[in-house]
């Protein structure tokens, strides 16, 4: 934000030079960004008054004039088409320097034009480097001194003020917010202009209705008829918005501009005659068009808040007027809007249709929901004085249940003093807090503190605390480490983690880091049920990351095409992080996931025995994330069933019976839409996995007495899962059973219908002893009759 410094002083005058009230304003959190004068350098231009004027001898455009400057007169040839006698007007004397383009700056020469000789320049305001108002000379005061230097007559060597306003200070845009901080800082009084509202006449008062009293709980009117348009915009609301960097319109558009720059209010002017009907407040209807000031059409979707009459929209609400009712140099009566609206229904609407006002950039912000009325009086008071007219009484509408509310806010002292590490006397806490309006008294050993109307940055304590060091004064805060203990206890979480991740390393994948949020065309492929809806983002950082992503391959995916569009045919890649599913945002479960995906050989190309990828090579990847101590017995496969993966070649993970994650092939169609080949995917949640990384292992003397194998060969039906006959299997066969594993399962035309073979190995061993063969039959008997009773198994020759 661009202000000017002599307009700040003109509210709170510290004894500072300009360089010191910058670094003071930078090390209190408003950044100085730069500083420059009004006007680029130049030197040697004073006042002259022109006392001759006569037609060119040899040139129809040209005078030949007479300049006094005070100790000499100049003969000076212009073209100028206002040049007069009686004109007083700046004139760049021989060597003289003006601004150049190129910064080197132009140097006058004495020199003829056209026969007849020239000693110096009559100055535009162009040459100066100042906005042209008008076309020919800088037209200067009749009372300018004669001979006095142009910049100490038009204070062109004031500082101009670039100040970074971070986003959470949206009361610092403004005059008034950046000079209550100095005032603040440096303990002096604010001086606020003076500010007195216009006598009412019988002006017919606006009618107002809002719709919408949570977007807009404060809205402010009033109409004022029969301007004189025929007035100018006063010179001090010209110098402050060309110091600001705001171009100068017409009288009434400046006003609006000149008063939202002192008191942050955006502000809006309605030519009175180009509205039908009352005034309305309301949501837009979807489909609706207006044509903005900037003569930019845009269609509205429905959510935008506008204000409205009985044909359409008139503006966008906080963000930019429509051209429809836009005042113009003809315009005599006028509606001034002042309103409070709610941030979250001005965010993100400007980006939407690629505006960034100076307006809603101060709504998205937070504006001061007591400013709506200063502000009004403020402008109607400069209207009515200037350009006279006849204001009518306010129209108000609000309701005071939906404005904001800030908090009260308790901040213990020690706490202070905990996080700034310094001791600062309460009492200076106090004062610090209370001159920066945030009303604070002490409380026993605690501060209690009410947030003023115009912060919305301050809503804990920990914003107390950082109000109570900027006006402490950073550089009066030591610089000193920070005592802590330090916990040299494991870990396990952590280096669990960090063990999941070198083992895909060491496998050869390599890992991605990437953001939560992912493409909603991309998301709207994994259509299934099992990860909930797809949630979308209230204001994304951009369309390709508009939602939440349900699982990490919404990251991941793209950023294969990524590579392989880059010819790196062998792609591994792997990523940690949340996944965020649920029907709705109430129940969102965010759940820490591992997900990694692969494409290509299973070697890189020079290898002698290369070949593509299969399911097992993934199974081998996903399978060296499980600790080695884990028990082969409580891992098992389900088919999967999710949409998402091939029916044929995708699988479940369980480990004691629990669902942990998936693996298998991306579904063709969604790698075709991708534009992706075979792509080999999985995603196992971290927590379960952690959980057997924390079991402890029990170690065994191994058994000195022989075990013994028994095969058993069963005719089940073939949609009978293996799974399901080797975990009943384990539990029928009793303690002596050490291992146990499908070794075969045959079809074929040999079987009858609808039947499949499966043959288990089952290893028997008893630690103590050694096995009767009777012990071992009775086991396997057990087995067979189980899978008889229960699966209707037939056991094979």
Known sequence: MKISEQWLRQWVNPQLDSAALGEQLTMAGLELDGMQTIAPPFSGVVVGEVIECTQHPDADRLRVTRVNIGDELLQIVCGAPNVRVGLKVAVATIGAVLPSDDGKGFKIKKGKLRGVESQGMLCGASELGLPDKIDGLMELDCDAPIGMDIRQLLNLDAKIFEIAITPNRGDCLSVLGLAREVAALNQLPLNRPSVEAVCAGDT?????????????????????????????????????????????????VDVTNFVLLELGQPLHAFDADKIVGDI????????????????????????????????????????????????????????????????LAIASRARRFGLHTDASQRFERGVDFWLPRLALERASSLIVSVAGGKPSAVSLTESLEHLPVRPKISVPIAKVTQLL???IDPVQMVDGLNRLEIATEQVGDVLQCQAPSHRFDINIAEDIIEEIARIYGYANIPASLPKFAVSMNDDIAADAVQSLKLSLVNAGYYEAVSFSFADAKVEALFDDENLGAVLPIANPISSDLAVMRRTLLSSLLPIVGYNLNRQQSRVRLFETGLSFVG??????????????????????????????????????DVESLLPAALNKASVSYERAKLSFLHPGQS??????????????????????????????????????????????????????????????????????????????????????LQELWLFDVYTGDRLPAGKKSLAFAMVFQDNEATLADEQVKAATDKVI?????????????
């Not at 000031?293 to 007027?321: F, H, K, P, R, S």
């Not at 009773?789 to 020759?797: G, Y």
């Open 204 to 252: 017919t008062v606006p009618t107002v209705r809002v719709a919408d009293s949570t977007a807009c709980p404060r809205y402010l009117a009033q109409r004022i008829d029969g301007i004189d348009r025929s007035v100018e915009t006063p010179q001090f609301i010209v110098d402050a918005l060309t110091a600001s960097g705001v171009r100068v319109h017409n009288f009434l």
């Open 280 to 343: 309305v407040v309301r949501h837009a209807v979807a489909g609706e068009t207006l044509e903005l000031l900037n003569e930019q059409t845009i269609t509205l979707t429905g959510d935008e808040l506008v204000i409205a009459d009985d044909i359409g929209v008139l503006a966008l609400a906080g963000i930019m007027g429509g051209l429809r009712s836009a005042v113009s140099d003809e315009t005599t009566n006028i509606v001034l809007e002042s309103a409070h609206f709610a941030q």
């Open 421 to 423: 590490g310094v001791d």
């Open 583 to 620: 029907a709705d945002v109430k129940n969102l479960q965010q759940t820490p996931s591992i997900a990694l995906v692969a494409t290509g050989d299973v070697a890189h190309e020079q290898h002698h025995a290369n070949r593509a990828m299969d399911f097992y090579d993934l199974k081998r």
């Open 651 to 736: 699988a479940q993970l369980l480990i004691d019976g629990v669902a942990v994650g998936w693996l298998g092939q991306l579904h063709p169609s969604i790698a075709k839409v991708l534009d992706l080949p075979t792509i080999w995917v999985a995603q196992l949640q971290i927590e379960p996995l952690l959980a057997q990384f924390g079991n402890k292992t029990s170690i065994a003397t191994p058994s000195k007495f022989p075990s013994v194998r028994r095969d058993l060969a069963v005719l089940v039906d073939t949609d009978t899962p293996w799974q399901m006959l080797k975990q009943d299997i384990r539990v029928q066969a009793g303690r002596y």
């Open 785 to 797: 009759a189980m899978l008889a009773d229960k699966h209707h198994a037939q056991l094979r020759d």
